[in-house]
């Protein structure tokens, strides 16, 4: 499976931004999609989780600020609002089904104070 990121950007404070995923090739069932983020000198760390089903999962810290939602088996979204500095990082999407665990290449997401 390939993942294709789109919609990181430069943005103040309290701004919103939109990010979406794409995905390319070959599913085995039904699976997860996600996103995570690492910021510059830190470990990559779970953002949020929906399965095909709809279910979600999120980061405790970041649950009323984000919103992760499915479009298709194939894409996936990101809403973030009220972001802040601390949200600066590389967005990465993720797919795991019972087979892979797929990657994007990241989208940056600046966030100016």
């Known amino acids: 499976v390939q993942l294709v990121e789109s919609g990181g950007d430069l943005v103040q404070a309290g701004g919103s931004l939109r990010l979406s995923c794409v995905a390319s090739?070959?599913?085995?069932?039904?699976?997860?999609m996600g996103w995570y983020r690492q910021a510059p000198g830190k470990q990559r760390e779970l953002v949020a989780t929906v399965t095909t089903a709809g279910s979600t999962n999120y980061a405790d810290s970041l649950k009323g600020r984000f919103t992760i939602s499915r479009g298709s088996q194939t894409t996936v979204s990101l809403q973030m609002n009220s972001l802040k500095p601390e949200d600066t990082g590389v967005y990465y999407c993720n797919l795991q089904d019972r087979v892979q665990n797929s990657w994007g290449q990241g989208t940056q997401v600046t966030v100016s104070s």
């Open positions: 090739g070959t599913f085995f069932g039904s699976n997860t």
